[in-house]
Every structure is written in structure tokens, then in C-alpha cells.
Nanobody, 120 residues
């Protein structure tokens, strides 16, 4: 199995920054992509940003220009630098890892979630 451990959430004021970290460990043969999703109360979980093994990145329109995703492939670690935070960024943020555990089998693995609250 694959385990994800997230850190870095918290309470900040509008305009401030936070950095989320996620480390994947376990039976990982090859990591296809890692990313961050978020879920606000009463809303569906949505993609925030992801990055594939080649370094290609995708961002939600709502975070473009404010958030930056980066990755350490050798350590199966992904970071999300969040700048100019807004109250609407408030949500539980979940780390995702899409990985092969052997030559044939792959899966989507999730962290436990970390709360980000942006409020004055």
C-alpha cells in the first residue's frame, strides 16, 4: 500500500501565505503524478494543482498566479506554495498520488487532509 502524510495547514489572514507538504511512502514502483485537491463545506472536492513525473503542471483557474506546485521525484514529495490567500481558499486540502505499485497495478492514493482557513 501507499501512505501519504500531509503537513502545513493552518489559520492565516487574507493576503498571507502557506506551504503545504506531502510525502508518499510504501510500495511505490513508479509515481505518475502527485497533486492537491480541496473540499470546502457543502462543495465537491476539486483539483487545485497537480504535477506529473515530467514536471508538467495543471492549476485550477481560481489559483493560477497565486499557487505554485513543485515536486521532489526522488523523495515522492510534493509541495504547494499558496500566496495571496483569499477567504474562498478555505477548505480541507488533500494530497493525491497516482502510482504504480508494480508493472501492472496502479491506483489513486489520498492523504488524510489538512485544514486551511483564511480569515481576518
Amino acid at each position: 500500500q501507499v501512505q501519504l502524510v500531509e503537513s502545513g495547514g493552518g489559520l492565516v489572514q487574507p493576503g498571507e501565505s502557506l506551504r503545504l507538504s506531502c510525502v508518499a511512502s510504501g510500495n511505490i514502483f513508479h509515481t505518475v503524478a502527485m497533486g492537491w485537491y480541496r473540499q470546502a463545506p457543502g462543495k465537491e472536492r476539486e483539483l487545485v494543482a497537480d504535477i506529473n513525473a515530467g514536471g508538467g503542471r495543471n492549476y485550477a483557474d481560481s489559483v493560477k498566479g497565486r499557487f505554485n506546485i513543485s515536486r521532489l521525484n526522488a523523495k515522492n514529495t510534493v509541495y504547494l506554495q499558496m500566496n495571496s490567500l483569499k477567504p474562498e481558499d478555505t477548505a480541507v486540502y488533500y494530497c493525491n498520488c497516482r502510482a504504480y505499485t508494480d508493472y501492472r497495478h496502479w491506483g489513486d492514493y489520498w492523504g488524510q487532509g489538512t485544514q486551511v482557513t483564511v480569515s481576518s
